[in-house]
Nanobody
Framework: EVQLVESGGGLVQPGGSLRLSCAASGFPFSSYAMSWIRQAPGKGLEWVAS???????YYADSVKGRATISRDNAKNTLYLQLNSLKTEDTAMYYC??????????????????RGQGTQVTVSS
């Protein structure tokens, strides 16, 4: 059974930083590209960043230069470092897995699995 468990969210002031983690199990993590997506209140799912199995990274324009996606295959863990946070970054953040290996998805949908999410709130 695929399990994705996010952690690391919280309340942070504008300009602050957070590091999100996603513990993965139930599938060969190192063989899959992985993504972070988010959903702000009242809005649809938005793609944030992806990383393929060769550690090539991809970012949405909205977070480019402020976010770093990474993975530790030995720990089956995906990370998202968010810096210079803005109020518009407030959302539930999910890690997401595509339906097939090596497939990089750069959209809010098309994933076979995602976690329960971790809330990021940016407010003064």
């Amino acid at each position: 059974e695929v399990q994705l468990v996010e952690s690391g969210g919280g309340l942070v002031q504008p300009g602050g930083s957070l590091r999100l983690s996603c513990a993965a199990s139930g599938f060969p993590f190192s063989s899959y590209a992985m993504s972070w997506i988010r959903q702000a209140p009242g809005k649809g799912l938005e793609w944030v960043a992806s990383i393929n199995s060769y550690d090539t990274t991809y970012y949405a324009d909205s977070v480019k230069g402020r976010a770093t996606i990474s993975r530790d295959n030995a720990k089956n863990t995906l990370y998202l470092q968010l810096n210079s946070l803005k109020t518009e970054d407030t959302a539930m953040y999910y890690c997401a897995k595509p339906p097939v290996t090596y497939h990089v998805i750069m959209s809010g949908g098309g994933y076979s699995d995602r976690g329960q999410g971790t809330q990021v709130t940016v407010s003064s």
